[in-house]
Nanobody, 121 residues
């Protein structure tokens, strides 16, 4: 089992920035690719970004490409999502997830509980 705990969400004005963190425990963090997903009110959960086990490879949804950056620190068992130039449509609950392979779909093995991000003036 892998336990995931997200933090860093909050209220931010349009154009602002936030950095989300997700700390993993329970298994060797470096054995898992990590992903970030989000779910806006009334919408399905969607893929945001993923990063390989080593951190050398990343992949983003078109809607966040150039604004969001995923990274990881395997020594700290933590994956990050740096979000810049935030827009109201980025408002959602953000989830991190862990999987044995790097994929851009919902088929992740382990999920966190989520952290709320609200972009509003």
């Amino acid at each position: 089992q892998v336990q995931l705990v997200e933090s860093g969400g909050g209220l931010v004005q349009p154009g602002g920035s936030l950095r989300l963190s997700c700390v993993a425990s329970g298994r060797t963090f470096g054995n898992y690719a990590m992903g970030w997903f989000r779910q806006a009110p009334g919408k399905e959960r969607e893929f945001v970004a993923t990063i390989s086990k080593s951190g050398y490879s990343t992949y983003y949804a078109d809607s966040v490409k150039g604004r969001f950056t995923i990274s990881r620190d395997n020594a700290k068992n933590t994956v990050y999502l740096q979000m810049n130039s935030l827009k109201p449509e980025d408002t959602a609950v953000y989830y991190c997830a862990a999987n044995s392979v790097m994929i851009a779909t919902m088929r992740y093995d382990y999920w966190g509980q989520g952290t709320q991000v609200t972009v509003s003036s």
